[in-house]
Every structure is written in C-alpha cells, then in structure tokens.
C-alpha cells in the first residue's frame, strides 16, 4: 500500500527546516545501525544533519516526509562541487541525491514523494543530470532509484551510479 492510498498514514512533504534536523538524525542514525542501507558509517547529530543536508552551500532541496507528524524519510539535492580532486567528478550542472526512509516506512511510497518534489526542484534549478551513487550491497536502494527512471552509467565492485534527467531528454 502506498502513503496516499490510506489516509491515516497519508505523508506531508515540504521543506525541511533546522527543527527538523533532531529527527532527521534518528532516523539516518537508526538505518546506519541497521547497516546495508547507506553508505554512511558515522552517526549524525542535529548541527552534522543541518550542515550535511538542510543549510548546505550547494544545496537544491531537501524535503522531508511527515507521516503522523513525524519525520519518516528525507530527500537531498546537492549541486555537484566543481572543485571536487576525488574519484568521479560530476559536471557542474549535475547534482547529487541521497534518500532515507525510515525502515518502519519502507515501502509505502514515501520515496517516490520525496522524489516528485526533488525533481520539480532539480527542473527548476536547471539541474541537467541527477546522481544516484549507491553500495552494490544495497538492493533496496537499486531498486528504488531504478523504479524512478535512473539509469546506470557507471559502476565499480562496490557502487552503481545511477542517472536521472530531469528534463526527461
């Protein structure tokens, strides 16, 4: 069942705000501890989620998923570094996404409405190329990422990335 097929578990996305950043941290926190669903290995506090997603200089958008009130998942877009030295450079009009979902809400197309309004803001942006860079160990986020349209373009023995169009070119 879907977020918007039953009204009790209905999810509200909107912007996320600094108040956000407590709950956004439990919640990526609690998927590091189950491991296998993020790349990230540390855990995250208000200020490192404000810093990392919320109040970031490249940033996009991120929005956050209310089910009940509470956060259930969040979705970042990050314009790529164009003075980035590391492995894989992205072209300075692409961006990176990072998606979390709270285990309780997997499945409930709580991503898939993050990623409607992400990508109405990477279209605004004139984002040309999304990234989706995720471990070959997660094969939730494979699907996901492959059940929105992205596509691969490159691939290593740890990661895929992934490639969404905004535009739909």
Avoid at 34 to 60: Q, Y
Avoid at 140 to 147: K, N
């Amino acid at each position: 069942m879907s977020v918007t097929d039953d009204p009790s578990t209905a999810a509200v996305v909107r912007p996320a705000r600094a108040d956000d950043a407590e709950p956004m941290a439990h919640l990526l926190d609690e998927l590091i501890a189950i491991g296998g669903t993020t790349s990230h290995r540390e855990p995250f506090d208000a200020r490192r989620i404000r810093e990392t997603f919320i109040e970031v200089p490249r940033g996009v958008s991120c929005f956050v998923a209310l089910v009940g009130g509470e956060v259930a998942g969040f979705q970042a877009l990050e314009w790529s570094d164009p003075e980035w030295t590391g492995e894989h450079p992205l072209p300075a009009d692409w961006a990176f996404i990072s998606t979390y979902v709270s285990a309780a809400h997997h499945r409930r197309g709580i991503g898939q409405a993050l990623f409607a309004r992400t990508a109405e803001a990477a279209r605004r942006a004139g984002v040309t190329a999304i990234d989706a860079t995720i471990r070959r160990e997660n094969t939730g986020g494979l699907a996901f990422y492959a059940s929105l349209g992205f596509r691969d373009y490159r691939g290593d023995a740890e990661t895929v990335s992934k490639r969404f169009d905004p535009h739909g070119e």
